[in-house]
């Protein structure tokens, strides 16, 4: 696939990243040199200098033969723009562009994005992507991932397994005996640095991060198993009153009516706007990291600190100051992909990585064959992907002990007629189900050709 990406920060690196280490064509365009010289120097991907919705600079990068645009630049105006060129000049099947300001996505102005006003074929909102990630997070505070796929009937949950968690050195075949009925498979155990697919034999060890995939109505029931019963957040404290601050805080207005929040913003004038803005919420002027304000704010009471300021060292410092202060929980809003590796040692319960939410709502764009969904985990070690079976699969109409799946996919959870199906081996997959796996980094392409409408399988 040949893929021109218009912006070279930290989303369209990552992007980039993983699109050529896939030995896809790849091309990135950016006005700093800086930025476009790093990104020639660490991947194989080609680079070029110039603003990226110009049509002179798009045709150097390949614009006229590429299957697909994505435009991430740090202005919503030239993401626009790129696309309109791309499909006006270029005719560029797909196209993408990150839109930040939400006035432009308001239900009113709907027809604005449509193919004869403003071609873009997927419109990616970060502040909407990652609010909704940091209330999945409050919902089930248990948890330290949630992603919801097949219509939001299928949950995939990571879950930490503490020194009190009862199934802690149990096999996991042992552990499917003991909850024959559980509508929950786990595919995944993050361990020492490293992400694999267990096998029935292996055992669940203290300080695993282990992936669940779940219905939705055993989620609470399998956060419990593990030792989790942590109720739904209902005193929250927010550090940060920027977009997605604010996104959180309204939606908590809006969806839990006894939520009870406060809001500390550094900015008087930004802390002002939304105090007009919000109804509910008590807003707080000055640092997260002063200990008076935090204490002001009952930190003490709090159920879950949330950090949302754009600097991570003021997020991790102020979740561990809320905690030593008798926070319950803490979230925190991470944007180096550095940092995710030693958050649990530093004291974060749990964390939203803004750049990996946004990779991965562009990846399902980007898979092949009928991918309806894709969440990236452990900065791309593996990824949860929901695809359509096809009756050309080689999966379909043979009992799932009978498919031989390479090492590192395991299915989850099979999506048919509105109903979950908890695989086991005697499952058999029929054409048009929506099929939840999880896949280690190196089996991507397989899932991606196991799903494809052409016979070429593997």
């Given at each position: 696939?040949?893929?021109v990406?218009?912006?070279?920060?930290?989303?369209?690196?990552?992007?980039?990243?993983?699109?050529?280490?896939?030995?896809?064509?790849?091309?990135?365009?950016?006005?700093?040199?800086?930025?476009?010289?790093?990104?020639?120097?660490?991947?194989?991907v080609?680079?070029f200098?110039?603003?990226?919705?110009?049509?002179?600079v798009?045709?150097?990068?390949?614009?006229?033969?590429?299957?697909?645009?994505?435009?991430?630049?740090?202005?919503?105006?030239?993401?626009?723009?790129?696309?309109?060129?791309?499909?006006?000049?270029?005719?560029?099947?797909?196209?993408?562009?990150?839109?930040?300001?939400?006035?432009?996505l308001?239900?009113?102005?709907?027809?604005?994005?449509?193919?004869?006003?403003?071609?873009?074929?997927?419109?990616?909102?970060?502040?909407?992507?990652?609010?909704?990630?940091?209330?999945?997070?409050?919902?089930?505070?248990?948890a330290?991932?949630?992603?919801?796929?097949?219509?939001?009937?299928?949950?995939?949950?990571?879950?930490?397994?503490?020194?009190?968690?009862?199934?802690?050195?149990?096999?996991?075949?042992?552990?499917?005996?003991?909850?024959?009925?559980?509508?929950?498979?786990?595919?995944?155990?993050?361990?020492?640095?490293?992400?694999?697919?267990?096998?029935?034999?292996?055992?669940?060890?203290?300080?695993?991060?282990?992936?669940?995939?779940?219905?939705?109505?055993?989620?609470?029931?399998?956060?419990?198993?593990?030792?989790?019963?942590?109720?739904?957040?209902?005193?929250?404290v927010?550090?940060?009153?920027?977009?997605?601050?604010?996104?959180?805080a309204?939606?908590?207005?809006?969806?839990?009516?006894?939520?009870?929040?406060?809001?500390?913003?550094?900015?008087?004038?930004?802390?002002?706007?939304?105090?007009?803005?919000?109804?509910?919420?008590?807003?707080?002027?000055?640092?997260?990291?002063?200990?008076?304000?935090?204490?002001?704010?009952?930190?003490?009471?709090?159920d879950?600190?949330?950090?949302?300021?754009?600097?991570?060292?003021?997020?991790?410092?102020?979740?561990?100051?809320?905690k030593?202060?008798?926070?319950?929980?803490?979230?925190?809003?991470?944007?180096?992909?550095?940092?995710?590796?030693?958050?649990?040692?530093?004291?974060?319960?749990?964390?939203?990585?803004?750049?990996?939410?946004t990779?991965?709502?562009?990846?399902?764009?980007?898979?092949?064959?009928?991918?309806?969904?894709?969440?990236?985990?452990?900065?791309?070690?593996?990824?949860?992907?929901?695809?359509?079976?096809?009756?050309?699969?080689?999966?379909?109409?043979?009992?799932?002990?009978?498919?031989d799946?390479?090492d590192?996919?395991?299915?989850?959870?099979i999506?048919?007629d509105?109903?979950?199906?908890?695989?086991?081996?005697?499952?058999?997959?029929?054409?048009?189900?929506?099929?939840?796996?999880?896949?280690?980094?190196?089996?991507?392409?397989?899932?991606?050709?196991?799903?494809?409408?052409?016979?070429?399988?593997?």
């Amino acid at each position: 696939m040949r893929v021109v990406i218009c912006g070279a920060g930290q989303v369209g690196y990552g992007i980039a990243e993983k699109l050529s280490q896939e030995q896809n064509d790849v091309s990135v365009i950016d006005s700093s040199p800086r930025l476009v010289n790093a990104i020639r120097d660490t991947l194989d991907v080609r680079g070029f200098v110039g603003h990226g919705a110009h049509p002179d600079v798009l045709a150097q990068a390949g614009a006229d033969q590429a299957d697909m645009l994505i435009a991430v630049t740090l202005y919503d105006e030239v993401n626009m723009v790129a696309c309109q060129v791309a499909h006006s000049l270029f005719n560029v099947p797909t196209k993408i562009a990150r839109v930040r300001a939400q006035s432009y996505l308001e239900g009113q102005w709907s027809d604005l994005f449509s193919r004869e006003n403003m071609p873009i074929d997927v419109i990616i909102s970060p502040e909407i992507e990652v609010g909704e990630m940091v209330l999945r997070r409050l919902a089930l505070p248990g948890a330290v991932e949630t992603v919801r796929f097949a219509d939001d009937n299928v949950v995939v949950v990571g879950i930490m397994c503490n020194e009190d968690c009862p199934v802690v050195n149990t096999p996991l075949r042992q552990l499917t005996e003991l909850f024959p009925d559980l509508g929950a498979v786990v595919v995944g155990v993050f361990r020492a640095n490293k992400l694999f697919v267990p096998k029935s034999s292996d055992t669940i060890l203290q300080d695993d991060l282990v992936y669940i995939v779940a219905r939705r109505d055993q989620v609470r029931r399998t956060l419990s198993i593990f030792g989790h019963e942590e109720p739904e957040a209902n005193r929250v404290v927010i550090a940060g009153g920027g977009n997605i601050g604010l996104y959180v805080a309204r939606a908590l207005e809006q969806r839990q009516t006894k939520a009870k929040v406060k809001l500390i913003e550094h900015s008087r004038e930004r802390a002002v706007a939304i105090a007009d803005e919000l109804k509910r919420t008590v807003i707080l002027h000055g640092s997260a990291l002063d200990q008076h304000l935090l204490l002001e704010a009952d930190i003490e009471d709090a159920d879950t600190m949330v950090a949302l300021t754009n600097e991570d060292e003021v997020n991790i410092l102020s979740c561990v100051m809320a905690k030593k202060l008798g926070c319950r929980r803490n979230l925190s809003l991470l944007n180096n992909s550095s940092y995710p590796t030693f958050a649990h040692a530093l004291g974060i319960d749990a964390f939203v990585n803004p750049r990996q939410v946004t990779i991965s709502k562009i990846l399902r764009h980007v898979r092949r064959g009928r991918i309806r969904g894709v969440h990236a985990l452990q900065n791309g070690a593996a990824e949860i992907i929901e695809a359509e079976a096809l009756e050309t699969s080689p999966m379909v109409g043979r009992p799932l002990r009978d498919v031989d799946l390479p090492d590192g996919i395991r299915v989850g959870a099979i999506f048919r007629d509105g109903k979950v199906i908890t695989p086991n081996g005697e499952t058999q997959l029929q054409a048009h189900d929506r099929v939840v796996l999880f896949a280690v980094a190196d089996r991507v392409r397989q899932v991606e050709q196991m799903f494809r409408v052409s016979l070429e399988f593997f």
